[in-house]
């Protein structure tokens, strides 16, 4: 079988999965189920100055029948004295030596309070620090979380009092609340950062309740925006991570991959766009700490059949496939086909095409059902029938290339050819 075990800035764990700094490390309790269940590390709930937390704490977006497609908190750092904090994580580092713990902190904005917190947590045995610069709401208040990670130069400061005190591998976790994760990220590696992890929880307002007219989550008449997280914001996720992982500068570190990853296939996603390990939150509130399992078992038999001995074989495989749209090739095409002995003639594909997409798709009227066929002179292969079609390989992608040749935009540009004449 693969090997799965992860080694993360020389951090060894079983498998490369870890709990990520949230409600499900936020105590010995909840970290030693989680270990018992294959875990293999935790980032500690966020450390720092003891804060009080409100109550309600979450909402979420249902979709299609499904319960949290995406999750929003305003839940903050841990409520918990730090003192007890510092002893659980002492018990459960000598319970579990084998297991990654990783400490989430956010200390006041001051040399000396990095400098104290850091000195406290190390004396717990912890493996690696997790830097919290990306809490969307009530830290950013205080000119903490996202207010550190949305300012690369504060984000440089407060890494560089880090690295002065830190003996342990130090992660840098960064804000989506940018319009690129790149600047920061580039400035905490210069700062001397050992790692990166991202994402953090978007800025969100999930819904309103129509019938109190306030958004949820509900606080005596009011709400706040949160921090959006789950399986929505796994496209986002990922193209952030990417970004870093292409980065000359911010690919030289290890990056930890977090942002909606709920199955194996959506860690091996992760990795494949350059996370070394990968961080799990949303998926274990929602289904508990056993999920790890099928995790675990997925991985494992992906990696035997693409024949993938160790995490090393694919992990940033998939970065270099993502490139510029002017490097892509013009003369490469698509003409969709539908497969009639599959269709189920329910006519989505002809509903959508005819009226949003490219009018592709012959109707003919018929008893007992109609039937539907493509025009392949009008098909641009969008691909938007296939995915629309409720069933499996009914609909598929032929390529029908315009040319034998690659050609971009930029040389068709050169070459002076023909635009579209409709």
Known sequence: MAD??????????????????????????????????????VVWKTLGSQVK????????VDYGGQRVMGLNNIELISDRPLDINLKEITECVKLFPDRAMIISLMADNDKKSWHEL?????DTGAHGLELNFGCPHGMTERGMGAAVGQDPEIACMVVEWVMEAATIPVIT??????????????????????????????????GVDLDTLVPNPYVAGKSV???????????????MLTTIAQDELTKKVPISGIGGISTWKDAVEFMLLGATNVQVCTAAMKHGFRIV??????LNNWMDE?????????????????THWEDLDINYHHIAKINQDKCIHCGLCYITCEDTSHQSINLTYGKPYNTYTVKEEECVGCNLCKL??????CITMEEHRVAPEYLNWIDFQKKGLPLNDH
């Open 4 to 41: 799965i075990s992860s080694n993360f800035l020389g951090i060894k764990s079983p498998n490369p999965f870890w709990l990520a700094s949230a409600p499900p490390t936020d105590k010995k309790y909840n970290v030693l189920r989680a270990f018992e269940a294959g875990w293999g590390g």
């Open 53 to 60: 937390n409100v109550s309600s704490r979450y909402s979420a």
């Open 118 to 122: 850091i000195k406290k947590v190390e």
């Open 173 to 206: 976790k960064l804000t989506p609340n940018v319009h690129s994760v790149v600047p920061t990220g580039r400035s905490v590696v210069k700062a001397g950062t050992n790692a990166l992890s991202l994402i953090n929880t978007i800025q969100s307002v999930t």
């Open 225 to 239: 925006f949160g921090g959006y997280c789950g399986p929505a914001v796994k496209p986002i996720a990922l193209k």
């Open 293 to 298: 399992e099928d995790m675990c078992e997925g």
């Open 306 to 322: 693409k024949g993938f001995a160790t995490l090393d074989d694919f992990i940033g495989k998939s970065v270099p496939t993502i």
């Open 388 to 393: 629309v079609c409720p069933v499996d390989n």
